[in-house]
Each structure stands twice: as structure tokens, then as C-alpha cells.
DNA sequence: CGGTGATGTCAAGCGGGCTTTACGTCAAGT
DNA sequence: ACTTGACGTAAAGCCCGCTTGACATCACCG
């Protein structure tokens, strides 16, 4: 699944450390999202969103592949 | 994680069953949704809301419990 | 050159999301 | 009384989300 973490993140001058504690998981989630080797769960998309004022769908392209 | 999928569900007069084929999942799946036994993926999340012209974010409470 | 921060990735392990199959209950209608 | 549809739930099994721990690479900087 596509998704705007990777240029969020980057964006605000993040390391995927950082952000991971910001959203209570582990670098490697952070990592494994932006490298699309997997999806987040519901629970950690939404909170993704909220930490970049965006919205779930402006997100996570489910759609891709 | 409470949600609004029974409540928009009924209001459209669609039973599980219909509610599961037009999303793509199983009727156990939905059931399962509705009754708070455990919280959709983030794919089926997104499905459901666009389903109802709504968003993840106001469809499902994150917060809850 | 040696150290540090950031990133990519792997392996093992746990729990959860979803499936199929299968029951049981209840309401409504005939 | 019987059937039908809708719902609730259980069990077994598969794959995925996430963890910790570990190792490698690369850029940068003293």
C-alpha cells in the first residue's frame, strides 16, 4: 500500500525513530510502512494521520497494488 | 475499537451478509466488526467508510477502550 | 581514521484479522 | 409445527502486524 509517510515525515525533519516513539511503535514499523512491506494497522494509520493533521484516506493509498 | 458500521448498516436496511459481499469479506468478518471482537484492517476500514460516503476517521473511534 | 546517527533488513516469536465450516437461537410467516 | 432469514459464536488454520535484537551500509564530522 502507497502511502505519504515516508514525505510527511521528511517534511517535518523526522527520523523514523522519532516519529516511531511519537506514535508509540517500533523503528522497524515505521521503516516497514514507508518501504511499503507492509500495512499498518487501522489503529496506527489513524494515529499517523493525526500526527501530520491529515486524514487517514489523504494518507494511505489502498487502492495501489 | 467501537464503531458506526451497525448503525449505518441498519439505516440502510442491509443485513451482514450483504453488507460483507458488498465489501468483500466474510459475514463472520463483519459480525465480528460490529460486535467490538476485533478491529478491522486499515484496507477494510477504508472499504467500509467509502461504502457508507463517510470517512475511517468518523466511522470508527480509534480511542475507545 | 574512528565515532555517531539514520536507514534498511533479517529472524524468531506472539497475537490478531480473516477464512471456512459448522452449530445454535430467535422472529416472522405460512 | 415447519421453514426461512438474520444473527451470534466457536474452532482450526493461514498470513500479516508488530515486537526485540541484531547486523550492515552510508553520510557526516571530529
Redesign the interface.
Same mark, same amino acid.
Given at each position: 500500500?502507497n502511502s505519504r509517510v515516508r514525505e510527511l515525515r521528511q517534511a517535518r525533519g523526522l527520523s523514523q525513530e522519532a516519529l516511531a516513539r511519537a506514535v508509540g511503535v517500533s523503528r522497524q514499523t515505521i521503516n516497514a510502512i514507508e518501504t511499503g512491506r507492509y500495512?499498518?494497522?487501522?489503529?496506527l !494509520?489513524?494515529?499517523l !494521520?493525526r500526527h501530520f493533521d491529515s486524514? *487517514?484516506?489523504e494518507m494511505?493509498d *489502498?487502492d495501489a497494488h
Open positions: 500500500m500495512d499498518p494497522s487501522l489503529r !494509520a489513524v494515529h !494521520a486524514t *487517514v484516506e494511505f *489502498v
